[in-house]
């Protein structure tokens, strides 16, 4: 008995001494990746707090990005916005709370984010009107956009967009998928950032999304430089999801032209099949929004503007086209 003690005594000590360890490794790296990242970024105020942009370009055409439920703010338009600021000047920034971004004292509400995307437009002194693409959340951002400031638009991008009833009606073989968000609580989290799980688990999405060897190590950089603020904001945005939902609802873009990329790929199992299914009907009923809109399938994951950068670059540029036609 004494030996099952002793055993049990030393396990316990050597987690102690484990855990210990990953929280001076976790602190170490914080300090290492704020040291480290040379910050040459452009910044705004935007009601009393900082946030950060990405400006590049100077043709006559403004397009805005906007960023979906993504601890990588402006970083997951670096493909697209790239090539884009080739035809256009183009705008990429980090939402409150996200990466460079100074956190926000508003609630993270659909409206709040699209009055300081507003403000920071006006602040950036971006010419009007502007082509507004959005991924994922940012399609239901874009939408309280258009509620609120449809005469600063002349176009709308949506990147496999989120849509304000996916999860009302949603099939019950996927309901609960739908409603879980799949974040830890506010404990858990913060046990997973001071044993640096956290920066483990991200860093390794990076490697899987981003495969380009050229521009890994500067992402890197930046997404570890901010890492523990920017999933903190992510949380805070993902908290009002549902709300997202509400507000986005009963919204039209009358005249404004809009092109609706879907992602379609090959489900692995019957639930990723009902998943993709009832997405692209959603996404295809958004076409109803605007009285000058376009359907087009992708063959790729979610993540269209990493993973088939060049369709929403052919997007956005035949949108300018045909604007300039009318």
Not at 26 to 32: C, F, G, V
Not at 203 to 208: P, R
Not at 263 to 281: H, I
């Amino acid at each position: 008995m004494k030996r099952i003690f002793l055993i049990l005594k030393w396990l316990l000590t050597l987690l102690v001494l484990l855990f210990l360890l990953a929280i001076s490794y976790e602190q170490y790296a914080r300090y290492s990746a704020k040291k480290s990242f040379v910050d040459n970024g452009t910044y705004v105020k935007v009601d009393g707090h900082k946030m950060h942009y990405v400006k590049r370009g100077k043709a006559s055409a403004t397009v805005v990005f906007e960023s979906g439920l993504d601890f990588s703010g402006h970083i997951s338009w670096y493909k697209v916005q790239e090539e884009v600021s080739k035809f256009a000047t183009t705008i990429s920034y980090d939402r409150a709370g996200i990466l460079r971004s100074e956190k926000s004292n508003k609630p993270r509400t659909c409206e709040n984010i699209a009055d300081e995307l507003h403000t920071l437009l006006e602040n950036t002194k971006a010419k009007k009107p502007y082509i507004l693409v959005a991924h994922s959340l940012g399609g239901l951002t874009a939408r309280c956009y258009a509620k609120e400031y449809a005469n600063t638009l002349s176009g709308i991008v949506f990147v496999d967009a989120s849509h304000p009833e996916q999860v009302e009606r949603a099939p019950k073989s996927i309901k609960e998928i739908m409603q879980s968000s799949g974040f830890p609580s506010d404990w858990v989290k913060s046990l997973l950032d001071y044993t640096g799980l956290t920066r483990l688990v991200i860093n390794s999405e990076i490697d899987e999304f981003v495969n380009d060897s050229k521009n890994i190590k500067a992402i890197k950089s930046e997404i570890n430089a901010f890492l523990i603020e920017s999933t903190q904001g992510l949380i805070e945005e993902d908290k009002m999801f549902e709300e997202m939902l509400r507000a986005s609802k009963d919204v039209t873009f009358g005249d404004i032209p809009l092109t609706v990329l879907s992602a379609t790929y090959e489900p692995s199992n019957d639930e990723e099949r009902v998943l993709s299914t009832f997405f692209r009907k959603l996404q295809k009923e958004s076409l109803a929004l605007s009285t000058k809109s376009r359907f087009v399938s992708v063959n790729s994951g979610h993540i269209i503007q990493l993973e088939k950068p060049d369709v929403v670059i052919d997007s956005v540029k035949q949108m300018i086209e045909d604007l300039k036609k009318n």
